[in-house]
């Protein structure tokens, strides 16, 4: 049973893409000594654009930040088990983490993109076929996080022999799997099959809906959606005034103003080339660019009494402790959760 918090998580969204891990581990600390309550960790192999300049091990960093913090409940938003990774390769990770850290970890799981995935050199197929690969692949590290003997020798995608996994958390902290969607096919799935799910910022209209797809999938398998948590990502730009927090958004996040999938473009230079297209208007209804905390607030104070119980902020520029401590004062002490 996953995790569902009496109140909702105000969390902190670790950019591996864009920062050294060592400078988000800091982050991430003071994060939480003023008041976050969780941390989403990028899975990136390649930053969107050349100038974000990372791409630190998500795994690794997982396992400093949970050794640094107390509390934080944390998880990978989101890995990808179906190319890079072999799904029994994420789940003995995800089953190692959430024994070491028990009650703490969750596994966020989607269908991969391509700036990420085609390093394997594998052919990169349509999202139809993606999702299913998806689905087959969390149903091997259901089983393998048992620690049953499981084997998956009839798969259309995968492969597995007969094993077990042997070093899993205990029975009463489990490692939930949340399904990251922006589509009502995956958020139904992820209500029937998984334990929670994620999902980008959006307009209100469409949350609703992935919200109630969630919610069908969910009581359709006789589940109580209410228990089930509901995670968002909010990426933002704040500065001190409104032509910082537009520079810190084009400089550094130009891939949220490009009003248009990115799951198929493959090199942080093809993204760069697409970013010389992107204007300070391109942002609108995409991501709130402003130095007023108070209106970073009203947003997330409609996210949180729409139904979602974590909602994990982005900061696109560089002045990240700046931000931490302004934020803590002016939105999360604000915030009625």
Same mark, same amino acid.
């Given at each position: 049973?996953a995790?569902?918090p009496a109140?909702?998580?105000?969390? &902190?969204?670790?950019?591996?893409?864009?920062?050294?891990p060592t400078?988000l581990?800091?982050?991430s600390?003071?994060?939480?000594?003023l008041?976050f309550? !969780?941390?989403?960790?990028?899975?990136?192999f390649?930053?969107?654009?050349?100038? +974000?300049?990372h791409n630190a091990?998500?795994?690794s960093?997982?396992?400093a930040?949970?050794?640094?913090?107390?509390?934080?409940?944390?998880?990978?938003?989101?890995?990808?088990?179906s190319?890079? &990774?072999?799904?029994a390769?994420?789940? +003995?990770?995800?089953a190692?983490?959430?024994?070491m850290?028990?009650?703490?970890?969750w596994?966020?799981i989607?269908?991969?993109?391509?700036?990420?995935?085609?390093?394997? $050199?594998?052919?990169?197929?349509e999202?139809?076929v993606?999702?299913?690969m998806? +689905?087959?692949?969390?149903?091997i590290? +259901?089983?393998?996080?048992t620690?049953?003997?499981?084997?998956?020798?009839?798969?259309?995608f995968?492969k597995m022999?007969r094993?077990?996994?042997?070093t899993v958390?205990?029975?009463h902290?489990?490692v939930?799997?949340?399904?990251?969607?922006a589509?009502p096919?995956?958020?139904?799935?992820?209500g029937?099959?998984?334990?929670?799910?994620?999902?980008?910022?959006?307009?209100?209209?469409k949350?609703?809906?992935l919200?109630?797809?969630?919610?069908?999938g969910?009581?359709?398998a006789?589940?109580?959606?209410?228990k089930?948590?509901?995670?968002?990502?909010?990426?933002?730009?704040?500065?001190?005034?409104?032509h910082e927090?537009?520079? &810190?958004?084009l400089?550094q996040?130009?891939?949220?103003g490009?009003?248009?999938?990115?799951g198929?473009i493959?090199?942080p230079e093809?993204?760069?080339?697409? $970013?010389?297209?992107?204007?300070?208007?391109? &942002?609108?209804?995409?991501m709130?660019?402003s130095?007023?905390?108070?209106?970073?607030r009203?947003q997330?104070?409609?996210?949180?009494?729409?139904g979602?119980?974590?909602?994990?902020?982005?900061n696109? !520029?560089?002045?990240?402790?700046?931000?931490?401590?302004a934020f803590?004062?002016?939105?999360? $002490?604000?915030?009625?959760?």
């Open positions: 049973m995790y569902l109140m909702a998580i105000i969390g &902190y969204a670790a950019a591996l893409e864009q920062f050294h400078e581990l800091d982050h600390r003071l994060a939480e000594d008041g309550g !969780g941390v989403m960790a990028a899975d990136h390649q930053p969107w654009v050349p100038k +974000q300049g091990f998500v795994w960093w997982m396992a930040l949970g050794a640094l913090t107390k509390t934080l409940t944390f998880g990978p938003g989101v890995t990808c088990a190319f890079r &990774y072999h799904p390769v994420v789940a +003995q990770a995800a190692t983490q959430g024994a850290t028990p009650g703490r970890f596994l966020g989607g269908t991969g993109e391509a700036l990420n995935e085609h390093v394997m $050199a594998a052919a990169w197929p999202p139809h993606r999702l299913k998806m +689905q087959e692949a969390i149903g590290i +259901q089983k393998l996080l620690g049953e003997v499981a084997r998956h020798d009839d798969g259309r995968f022999e094993v077990r996994l042997w958390p205990d029975a902290h489990p939930p799997i949340y399904v990251a969607t589509g096919i995956a958020a139904r799935w992820a029937a099959h998984c334990d929670g799910f994620i999902t980008p910022g959006a307009g209100v209209e949350l609703k809906m919200l109630g797809k969630f919610e069908e969910a009581r359709a006789g589940k109580e959606p209410a089930m948590p509901k995670l968002l990502q909010l990426h933002m730009s704040w500065a001190k005034t409104k927090a537009v520079e &810190y958004a400089d996040w130009p891939n949220g490009m009003p248009f999938p990115k198929d493959r090199t093809d993204f760069a080339e697409i $970013a010389k297209l992107v204007r300070p208007e391109s &942002y609108k209804h995409r709130i660019i130095p007023d905390m108070d209106e970073h009203e997330i104070q409609q996210l949180v009494d729409l979602f119980d974590e909602i994990h902020v982005h696109v !520029g560089r002045n990240q402790k700046e931000f931490i401590e803590s004062r002016q939105v999360i $002490a604000k915030l009625k959760l």
